[in-house]
């Protein structure tokens, strides 16, 4: 698994991409929030920890 800081910037970096309207990133975002709006960093670190198989950030970073 890769290491915590590259997951958090990989968070902050779909975080600019959905800001920017990349659909791709708003498709992944969706995927795993549904329509919800005013999304927060936190949001984001889910979608991450979400696409790799963990139901949160929290289990995720037990997990590593």
């Keep these: 698994m890769r290491d915590l ?7 902050n970096t779909l975080h600019k991409a959905y800001d920017a309207g990349d659909r791709q990133a708003q498709l992944q975002v969706a995927q795993f929030l549904g329509d919800k709006r005013d999304l927060k960093h936190a949001d984001f670190l889910h979608v991450i920890a979400r696409g790799r198989g963990f139901e949160s950030w929290p289990k995720l970073k037990v997990a590593s």
């Design 5 to 11: 800081e590259s997951l958090k910037r990989e968070a």
